[in-house]
């Protein structure tokens, strides 16, 4: 796909107003400059293998509007009263958004942030090049600014909803999360709609962890018939704990990058996921995680349940710098394919530099266990009740890791009701 | 003639500066038992990784005279090729490498060191089938890998089984009684006795008495932070055992 | 290797007639430089057929127009492809009667490798073809095979009695256009061996080829292809040796095998040219495309010990297309000073009920990088089909490097995959307990070293077992300060 076809789909896209910010226009101007030097993914991009994203560009896009009858209430979580901030067709509904005032916690648009704050933009995500990111930033949309002041810790997490309302749709949004030192608080991303419709979301977070801060990323991918690139950049100080939970139940093509720059000591970094693509879906994770300095620890799992004529794609790299030593990093992966026509690529990679660590990677791919299956039944249970509980197992290990309780339990629901129709 | 084996003088050590040994007084002549008794964290398995020249410690003061050798000067082989010998409390497993191998290479360097010939395959096979017997080694267990997949008390007995191949003149029995079912701790002890000899001695380390029923120690010294606040014969482990701990931490407070 | 240069004189004293050199040495050098006439060149000097001239020909057409892979994880000047000579025959007499010239580090490596001509006498059993620069100089128990219908001999000789099975088999696994340095070999291989094993005999010895480049600033460009009819078995040994040069040399062979239904191929590697010195310099570029094809029931298993080379490019593979045949990889790759491997396996399974089985175990030392690649593939069709990949990587020195990339791509719900890796440093608890048993560290590395190859170990014949492992202890002397 060349660049030229893409930027002609997305031509008529209204852009966040560069004059109206304080963001140095040079933001935009050098994402362009990194987009035109390294192109779009094509055959041979070894980061997108498995993932082509040309097929996405094969129509036009446009920006939509509000819709003054959008109800949010089966994707809010009624029992916790948290600040909830939506973008609708990616441009921040304040109708909708309820932020009420949380100490130490502000929530800007990009038009209202200070300079300092503004020069920050960019920074940690182009630690890694990728065109959709360099993408997101020349077409800018909307972006949210989140600062969380020292010592703050939050008891309610703050959630944000991005929700397609009309067909055809094509925003980039951004957002940039900032915990200074001991703050602490719990993030929700709902990117969910309301009808199939064919839209694009291309989402980058950047998210900066002062020493001792702890971020966890509850991150809901609930998007039928959408596309859905998704990149976060996340630079880890010292001592920082940085928890993501990625769970991806529907989407067209979904592309989760995650990128995690651990570049302090001490720090703890878990990055889950679950992904239960079905009918003609494709989901991608992609992680990257760097250990630059000692004595950190990190620990991925990423479950798959691949259904259909569906894709179900993991791909995650640990890097393990010189002198970073004694870091124990662990990385698991396991997929069940429940359909012959549905596929998986599995890429667990390492790359170590230092000798003092201990890193190790499994992968597996396969049916759930015979055994215990066959035990189930000679219990009592019938095959598919059976079946139904042995997935529920398979992926609870990721499930006991999502922080908030009651995304824990919606999520729960959502899978059992998910594997009961297969 | 010399009875002395070791003779351990004012040996303090620290692990990251953090002093450990504060100060240890031990002699053991040959022929002797000696047994080591003390709380959790009164540096007993410190006493013994420093004997055997574990690295990660570092000695300040103090010095050991081994055999009229400067113990602490030796590297860790040189004092295993003198005799010394470590039972580990916790024995280390060697994926793919046999325990047969193992030995004779074992067996081997040592000979090399001594300037003596390697030991035939035929002696050493002869001296497996005898040493095994002693502490009842499973057939099977020699030919596997080094400890590995080896139960707790199986790793035990297969650390006596490697102290009778090498036959040294000081053993130092670290926590060996650790993880054994009464019928192992008879096996292990027995082959223990058996070793004793006028020629050598042993050094048996452990926080519970009962390992001393079988192992009768001529000394019991009581290591307590570093320092060995008391000596006596074997009724001291008696004693031990009735009162615990407590009461030699109540009077020292005194 | 079960063979010595003082082995390699006597044979070539015997047997130098009966190969038909001329006595003009320096003709037997190509000139440097790939064009289309060293190509035609090397096939007349090979008094090829046309069609194996006309495969050249293609061959080099698709060279041409290919650029060399990027994609490895390993970083080296390139060769000058045009600064090589693509064909020498060794000027046997002259240099080889001499043994001083050969150099003392190799002698020394052979000395310690315990490779006695005494010791190669005992070595019956095991039938030797030679390749030396490229050109395979001695064939031994040749008649002893004859008896049983297995045909092994060089490359040149299949060609010119065996044009039908050549011509059936080469390039059927792995086709001129597979990749740069195939391509590149296609053109331009010298020679190699050739093996057939006719329906259900069982080869009851070992075949080995022994692989050397000796002259300087030439390439080494062979081919191997192993054929074992329905229902046999044979099991193939190859080793390599350099001699120390401050220049990068290319070796870039192709190594293909058919193994027809219920036959079963048994090829093992003992790779040890030379790695460079510790600064680096010099040493053999290995660039290696191995594949078999396996046909139903029958069973392809790959072991090497990998010790040798500046850098390693080379990746066994197996396509698993008949029903229920098998794959194995079995790999210890040692790397140390700045050599680099990036090495593996690839395992297609086209079949029902294919099984594949991968070991690789990686060991990094001084300042190399030592990389493992993988793919396994299970199609559509590939019913029940089941792999497994153990993939462990030990660490020496703070300033080496281990990485692990395997990819895994599965279409068939009914398949089983299981991988597993880990990358740790070599156990300090391990050295410490074998130093309180008087075993020496450099004797306790080694110990250990060996326990953790030992499961790829194991799948080598004896005799090259005890080599290999004696190989795996010199590679990493002093590797730990």
């Known amino acids: ?189 709902s990117f969910v709609n309301n009808n199939d419709q064919d839209c694009v979301t291309n989402h980058v977070s950047e998210i900066e962890l002062a020493e001792n801060s702890q971020l966890s990323i509850e991150k809901i991918q609930n998007v039928l018939g959408e596309s859905h690139i998704c990149s976060e950049y996340i630079r880890q100080l010292n001592s920082s704990v940085f928890r993501i939970n990625t769970l991806s139940s529907a989407g067209k093509l979904i592309r989760n990058g995650l990128n995690v720059f651990v570049e302090g000591e001490n720090c703890t970094s878990y990055l889950n996921g679950l992904f239960i693509p079905s009918d003609d879906e494709h989901i991608d994770n992609h992680t990257h995680l760097e250990h630059i300095k000692p004595n950190c620890f990190s620990s991925e799992c990423y479950k798959g349940i691949i259904n259909d004529k569906a894709t ?59 055994d215990a299956l066959f035990y189930l039944q000679a219990r009592g249970l019938s095959k598919s009740a059976a079946l139904q509980l042995l997935m529920v197992g398979f992926v609870d290990e990721v499930l006991q890791g999502i922080q908030v309780e009651e995304v824990k339990n919606f999520y729960s629901n959502k899978i059992e009701s998910l594997l009961s129709s297969n | ?88 409390q916790y024995p280390v497993e060697i994926p793919g490498v046999s325990n047969v191998n193992f030995l004779r290479t074992a067996l081997n360097e040592r000979n090399k060191y001594k300037r003596l010939d390697p030991v035939s395959a035929k002696n050493f096979l002869a001296m497996v089938k005898e040493k095994s017997a002693l502490v009842g080694l499973d057939n099977k267990l020699k030919n596997r890998s080094v400890n590995e997949g080896f139960s707790g008390g199986e790793k035990k007995r297969n650390e006596i089984f490697q102290m009778a191949m090498l ?74 055992e009735e009162k615990g701990y407590d009461w030699i931490k109540e009077e020292l407070a005194v | 290797m079960a063979y010595t240069e003082g082995d390699l004189k006597k044979d070539l004293e015997n047997k130098e007639y009966e190969f038909g050199f001329v006595t003009d040495i320096e003709s037997d050098k ?110 031994s128990f040749k008649e002893k095979l004859g008896e049983l219908g297995i045909i092994f001999c060089s ?110 191929i048994k090829y093992s590697t003992v790779q040890n040219w030379y790695p460079g010195d510790k600064q680096g310099k010099g040493g053999v570029f290995n660039f290696v495309t191995k594949r078999g094809l396996c046909h139903e029931r029958s069973k392809i298993s790959w072991t090497q010990v990998e010790t040798g080379s500046a850098v390693t490019w080379k990746y066994p593979s197996c396509i698993l297309k008949g029903d229920n045949a098998v794959g194995e990889f079995y790999s210890v790759a040692v790397t140390n000073n700045h050599q680099q491997a990036d090495t593996g396996t690839k395992m297609i399974h086209i079949g029902k009920n294919t099984k594949s089985t991968i070991i690789s175990k990686g060991i990094s030392a001084g300042f190399s990088q030592n990389s493992y690649r993988g793919l396994v593939r299970i199609g559509k069709g590939a019913d029940k089909a089941r792999n497994f990949s153990q993939c462990d990587s030990l660490l020496m020195t703070d300033r080496c490097g281990a990485h692990t990339f395997p990819y895994i791509e599965c279409e068939n719900s009914t398949a089983q995959i299981e991988h597993e890796a880990t990358t740790s440093k070599i156990g300090e608890d391990q050295i410490f307990y074998c130093l309180q048993r008087g075993i020496s560290e450099e004797k306790a ?31 990493l002397e002093g590797s730990v300060g």
């Open chain 3, 30 to 139: 190509a000139p440097n430089g790939l064009n289309e006439s060293i190509v035609r060149f090397i096939s007349e000097k090979k008094n090829e057929p046309d069609w194996l001239l006309d495969y050249r020909l293609k061959a080099f057409k698709i060279w041409s127009n290919m650029i060399e892979p990027e994609w490895a994880h390993v970083k080296y000047e390139k060769p000058k492809f045009q600064d090589i000579s693509y064909y020498s025959a060794p000027k046997q007499k002259k240099e080889l009667a001499n043994l001083d010239e050969v150099d003392p580090e190799l002698r020394k490596t052979m000395d310690k490798l315990g490779i006695s001509m005494e010791e190669q006498k005992r070595l019956s059993g095991v039938a030797v073809d030679f390749v030396m620069d490229s050109v395979s100089v001695a064939t």
């Open chain 1, 1 to 189: 796909m060349s660049l030229m076809a893409v930027k002609k789909q997305i031509a008529s896209l209204d852009l966040l107003d560069l004059k109206k910010t304080n963001l140095i226009p040079d933001l935009a101007k050098s994402a362009e400059v990194k987009l035109n030097e390294i192109g779009f993914p094509n055959r041979k991009s070894e980061d997108w293998k498995y993932t082509k994203t040309a097929q996405l560009f094969k129509k036009p896009y446009k920006t939509g509007k509000e819709n003054p009858n959008l109800k949010l209430d089966e994707f809010s979580f009624p029992k916790m009263k948290c600040p909830t901030l939506v973008i609708e067709n990616g441009s921040i509904n304040a109708h909708l958004s309820c932020v009420g005032d949380v100490q130490g916690l502000s929530i800007n648009s990009f038009v209202d942030i200070n300079k300092e704050q503004v020069e920050k933009i960019g920074n940690i995500s182009n630690k890694k090049e990728n065109p959709f990111s360099f993408l997101n930033a020349s077409h800018l949309q909307s972006g949210i600014y989140i600062h969380l002041k020292k010592k703050n810790v939050l008891t309610q997490p703050l959630h944000l909803i991005f929700i397609n309302t009309e067909s055809q749709v094509f925003s980039n949004t951004r957002i940039y999360v900032h915990l200074e030192e001991f703050s602490e608080m719990n993030l929700i991303q």
């Open chain 3, 445 to 475: 590395i080694s110990l250990i070293v060996n326990g953790y190859a030992k499961e790829v170990l194991n799948q080598l014949p004896m005799e090259f077992a005890v080599e290999a492992q004696k190989l795996l202890e010199i590679s």
């Open chain 2, 167 to 240: 036959e040294p003149t000081l053993s130092i029995l670290d926590e060996t009684d650790s993880g054994l079912d009464i019928d192992a701790l008879r096996i292990v002890s027995n082959g223990v006795n058996q070793l004793k000899s006028n020629e050598n001695a042993t050094l048996v380390i452990t926080h519970y008495q009962r390992l001393l029923d079988y192992i009768v120690p001529d000394f019991v010294h009581v290591l307590y932070d570093g320092k060995i606040v008391r000596t006596g014969g074997k009724e001291l482990a008696l004693e031990l």
């Open chain 2, 1 to 88: 003639m010399n009875k002395n084996i070791i003779n351990i003088k004012g040996l303090k050590c620290e692990i990251e500066g953090k002093e450990i040994l504060k100060g240890i007084d031990l002699q053991i002549n040959k022929g002797e038992i000696h047994a080591i008794m003390g709380p959790n964290g009164s540096g007993k398995s410190t006493l013994s990784s420093v004997l055997a020249g574990k690295d990660e410690y570092e000695v300040t003061s103090g010095s050991v005279d081994y055999l009229g050798k400067d113990l602490l000067d030796l590297s860790p082989e040189e004092r295993s090729w003198e005799g010394v010998f470590l039972a580990f």
């Open chain 1, 312 to 370: 179900g794609i993991f791909n995650g790299k640990v890097v393990v710098h010189e002198d970073a030593q004694k870091i124990m990093a662990y990385q698991q992966n396991n997929n069940i394919l429940l359909s012959n026509e549905a596929v998986v690529n599995a890429k667990p990679e390492l790359e170590i530099y230092a000798d003092d660590v201990k890193c190790s990677h499994g992968s597996t791919t396969g049916q759930l266990d015979e």
């Open chain 3, 155 to 264: 490359f040149s000789e299949a060609v010119q009695n065996h044009p039908e099975l050549v011509k059936k088999y080469m390039g059927s696994v792995v086709p001129a256009t597979d990749n740069f340095y195939a391509a590149l070999n296609a053109a331009v291989f010298s020679d190699g061996s050739f093996c057939y094993i006719p329906k259900g005999v069982s080869c009851p010895m070992e075949l080995s080829t022994y692989f050397r480049i000796n002259d300087s600033g030439t390439g080494q460009f062979e081919r191997t292809l192993v054929v074992a009819d329905k229902g046999s078995y044979v099991s193939y040994l190859e080793g390599c040796t350099a001699p120390q040069r401050d220049e990068n040399q290319l070796h870039a062979a192709v190594v293909e095998l058919i193994a027809l239904d219920d036959a079963e």
